[in-house]
């Protein structure tokens, strides 16, 4: 079974293989010793603080975890809130309108707009599954299970959360709105600029990035087609998390230019039919499929298992009752897959 877990510091070399094979552009796994452990360690204290009543520093990081063989096959993120300690950037899609009565001239331009609008929002990030396991639903597991978490959680979030998703770049990390940057204000490759912002080395997008709003239309064209545009790669992720409500509300990645989704946690899909029942275990019969997860916060555990309802509990096996640490009487939370 592949069970959801807390990151624990022995998972380091698989989290280090994960960045490794999530390539450039994947901003939130750097190859970088110092920063997965701290990542890990960011993520053992937001595990272990236990009475939590507003969204703060804590990362929240899981790693799916096959336990026929103990090897971890993908991790997935929540930050409570970003933005508290450094500057959370986004370019905000606006329009003006120049207008002149007497001359008979109107032009609507778009704008891009340097702003740290989502700041304190929650974000869901670096999600990363390894190729053999793209398949069987694992993603949309390892995705999902997240919104389980937020809403047995509500407290420990904020009440939006946002999702930024890859830009467009091509097989050699090049992305066509980074090029614009780069040639007038920030001499170097979006590798090296991409792989600063993930290790938190911010201070340069304070000092280069360009902070007066920009006319879209005197970029390169090359350029502008990519605005709020996502990576081939990513369109199945932005697919899922628009069918559970997430929106594009005209707020892109100020490197690649890829758009960063929102929405109100309270109005998630999976968050809104989710639902939390008492724990009997025996045998399944004509089960339903979906995800589930035990209600603790240290200990959380969760998984794709077939349950069967009934008005008052539900009935999950002896063997997902023992991976997802759950005994008679405790409650979980679930929602079909
Ligand atoms: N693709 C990137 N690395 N973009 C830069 C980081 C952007 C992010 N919103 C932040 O402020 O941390």
């Not at 999902?144 to 979030?157: G, I, Q, T, Y």
């Not at 993930?198 to 000092?207: C, L, R, T, Y």
Request: charge should be negative.
């Amino acid at each position: 079974m592949l069970v959801v877990r807390p990151i624990q510091p022995q998972d380091y070399a698989a989290l280090y293989e994960c960045a490794v094979e999530s390539g450039y552009g994947f901003t939130s796994l750097p190859v970088d010793e110092d920063l997965l452990r701290r990542r890990i360690a960011r993520a053992q204290e937001a595990f272990a603080r236990e009475h939590v009543s507003e969204p703060g520093e804590e990362g929240y990081l899981f790693v799916m975890e096959d336990t026929e063989t103990g090897k971890v096959v993908g991790c997935s993120g929540i930050e409570a809130a970003v933005g508290l300690t450094e500057a959370f950037y986004h370019y905000r899609l606006g329009k003006v309108v120049h207008h002149s009565k007497s001359l008979d001239v109107y032009n609507a331009l778009e704008t891009l707009t340097l702003c740290n609008d989502y700041t304190g929002v929650s974000e869901l990030c670096t999600l990363f599954l390894r190729e053999p396991f793209r398949k069987n639903q694992n993603g949309r597991v390892l995705s999902r299970f997240r919104m389980l978490f937020m809403a047995e959680f509500k407290e420990r979030f904020s009440q939006f959360a946002i999702a930024e998703m890859r830009g467009v770049s091509d097989e050699n990390g090049e992305s066509p709105f980074w090029g614009w940057l780069e040639k007038h204000f920030f001499s170097m490759d979006f590798n090296q600029a991409d792989y600063l912002t993930g290790i938190g080395e911010k201070a340069f997008v304070a000092e280069l990035m360009p902070t007066f709003p920009i006319y879209v239309k005197m970029l390169e064209p090359q350029a502008q087609q990519v605005i709020g545009k996502v990576h081939d790669n990513t369109r199945p992720a932005l697919r899922m998390l628009e069918n559970e409500g997430f929106r594009f509300r005209g707020y892109v990645d100020i490197f690649d230019a890829g758009p960063t989704v929102e929405v109100e946690v309270a109005n998630i899909k999976s968050v809104r039919e989710s639902r939390r029942k008492p724990v009997q275990v025996g045998p399944v019969e004509a089960g339903s499929d979906v995800i589930l997860c035990n209600t603790r916060v240290a200990d959380f555990r969760a998984g794709r298992a077939q349950i069967q309802e009934t008005d008052e509990h539900i009935i999950v096996s002896p063997e997902v009752a023992a991976a997802l640490l759950l005994e008679e009487g405790d409650a979980a939370r679930f929602v079909a897959l």
